[in-house]
T-cell receptor, first 116, second 115 residues
Framework: GAVVSQHPSWVICKSGTSVKIECRSLDFQATTMFWYRQFPKQSLMLMAT?????????EQGVEKDKFLINHASLTLSTLTVTSAHPEDSSFYIC????????????FGPGTRLLVL | GNSVTQMEGPVTLSEEAFLTINCTYTATGYPSLFWYVQYPGEGLQLLLK?????DKGSNKGFEATYRKETTSFHLEKGSVQVSDSAVYFC??????????????FGKGITLSVRP
């Protein structure tokens, strides 16, 4: 089946630094990628939707200058958390979709970010 | 707005026990409904889906029926196995099949099955 990888799986950083998370579709080309975040015991919350070669669409309340998304190719999207603070500590999950049908969305295993 | 509510967990069962995980939703229009499963160390995988009222989704012995009158999509399995231990997420999709459709997830529930 289709596989989506994320790197790193776990990252610890100091407050004020920037962290980049990669999301790759390993054996298929993704027209759209999604970024979610999940706090403990909470739902996955959609942060943004990105289409290859165009600007990401951010959900209401998500700071686009804080969470930079680049979707440079059909197999790679990156999320950069700029000037990270402890409140950004969370579990970040990406998914990749082929075509327009929602259920053909393949999820990565997630990245745990801890900001000290 | 759309929302999905799942029963509180975690759930611990013995092998071969009957499983029910409750899920209710709030949505405008006619959403599609999904159950996703996340095994340890892996990404979410689609377990089953239903796209209209009274549809029953099924896979790997799991079933869920789209109940519009009760706005529910409860997940059931007659006899769980240790390998079913995972986190289960209920979700809905607004504007199913549309270009801007999005998934709304419940909080997820952890199922542990002991031998």
């Amino acid at each position: 089946g289709a596989v989506v990888s994320q790197h790193p799986s776990w990252v610890i950083c100091k407050s004020g630094t920037s962290v980049k998370i990669e999301c790759r579709s390993l054996d298929f080309q993704a027209t759209t990628m999604f970024w979610y975040r999940q706090f403990p015991k909470q739902s996955l919350m959609l942060m943004a939707t990105s289409n290859e070669g165009s600007k990401a669409t951010y959900e209401q309340g998500v700071e686009k200058d804080k969470f930079l998304i680049n979707h440079a190719s059909l197999t790679l999207s990156t999320l950069t958390v700029t000037s990270a603070h402890p409140e950004d500590s969370s579990f970040y999950i990406c998914s990749a979709r082929v075509g327009q049908v929602q259920e053909t969305q393949y999820f990565g295993p997630g990245t745990r970010l801890l900001v000290l | 707005g759309n929302s999905v509510t799942q029963m509180e967990g975690p759930v611990t069962l013995s092998e071969e026990a009957f499983l029910t995980i409750n899920c209710t939703y709030t949505a405008t229009g006619y959403p599609s409904l999904f159950w996703y499963v996340q095994y340890p160390g892996e990404g979410l995988q689609l377990l089953l889906k239903a796209t209209k009222a009274d549809d029953k989704g099924s896979n790997k012995g799991f079933e869920a029926t789209y109940r519009k009158e009760t706005t529910s999509f409860h997940l059931e399995k007659g006899s769980v196995q240790v390998s079913d231990s995972a986190v289960y997420f209920c979700a809905l999709s607004d504007r199913p099949g549309g270009a801007n459709s999005k998934l709304t997830f419940g909080k997820g529930i952890t199922l542990s099955v002991r031998p």
